[in-house]
């Protein structure tokens, strides 16, 4: 097959696969299972894998793999989606049709739409398993969303080793961008992610005689203040990091000084290296602060998921695949990375691969909400676009 026509065929079967992608995501969408309690959806996908005639197989106890082999040698290429979905509560007129159904449960994430979207990639690729070189493994990974995250459990599984595994690519519905276009980015591309939690132990008393106390919410205040002048005079300047406390509690009335405060918050940055220096300054900071005034501190800083840095050939085949098949004009190149995690990362770490964005943002679908947002939605015709890319990326070889 030349290259036009390739890219002719794989845009045809996308649009012929663009109402089964449709109906995959609302079932999915009405369904919403939280982190590692994936287990209807399981079911769902292995049926439907199995339906297309395809392998499959269950390394972890939610979630699963399809494995489609040509025959022919080439390259093994791994394509991700990850399935769970967010404990919380949907909202959001455009989707009435076929909003979530179990309370504490939504998919306001898209991982719904990631999951139909390799599907609809599944069912693509095996009418073109003759002209596939290699093997393509389908990753449906549980808990995305989930310490420690279901991409590093997929990877300690070392299913994708026995597979020989070469290449591994994944996406991420974007409200930002709107649904034909796809935003890529090599090198550093979502940060990587901490949380931390301190407790600032003082001594409480009558707020009338503050001299027989130690005030753990003066030296809270101190502690915030110094923790930004980590970024801004202990960092490099070109080096993008963020300490967020996102929450603090202390005090129970207005008369008493209270005997400890406690603070949570996350650190951001693209190397777990940088972040282990600021958990540095940090602990500095905690000691100096609190010790100084007579007080103590606890102090955990939990490394989440690590920085997804996208391979710069991975990145150029991915850029190469998405020109060919979807046209220059939709392919966006983002200048800077984003400061929200990912757990594709832990994929990263061994296999070569790149992540990128598939638009999916517009006002038809009332779809620009931002992930999370209990109104959170995709135009489905993104579906169209990430298929098509997807295939092509294995098939553009
Ligand atoms: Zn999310
Ligand atoms: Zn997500």
Known sequence: MTMTDLKQTIRQKAEHYFDYMVQVRRHLHKNPEVSFKEYDTTEYILHELKKMGIDTETPLETGCIGVIDGGKPGTAIALRADIDALAMDEEGEAKKKFMSERPGAAHCCGHDAHTANLLGTAKILKELEPEIPGKVVLVFQPAEEKLPGGGRMVRESGVLQKHGVEEIYGLHMNPAYA?????????????????????????????????????????????????????????????????????????????????????????????????????????????????????????????????????????????QAAIRVLGEENVINLKKPLMAGEDFSFYQEEFPGAFFFLGSGSDEADSKWSWHHPRYNIDERAFLTGSALMAGLVLDR
Do not use: W
């Not at 980590?230 to 509690?249: C, F, H, Q, W, Y």
């Open 179 to 319: 649904p034909g276009q796809i935003a890529v980015k090599p090198g550093p591309f979502m940060a990587c992610t901490v949380e931390f939690e301190i407790e600032v132990i003082g001594k409480g008393g009558h707020a009338a005689t503050p001299h027989l106390t130690v005030d753990p919410i003066v030296l809270s205040s101190q502690i915030i203040t110094q923790f930004q002048s980590i970024i801004s005079r202990s960092l490099d300047p070109t080096e993008p990091a963020i300490i967020t406390v996102g929450k603090i509690e202390a005090g129970s009335a207005f008369n008493v000084i209270s005997a400890k405060a406690e603070m949570i918050g996350t650190v951001r940055a693209f190397s777990m290296e940088t972040a282990r220096f600021i958990k540095s300054r940090m602990e500095a900071i905690l000691k100096s602060v609190t010790e100084g005034a007579g007080g103590s501190y606890k102090f955990e800083f939990n490394e989440g998921y690590p920085a997804v840095v996208n391979n710069e050939q991975c990145n150029q085949k991915l850029e």
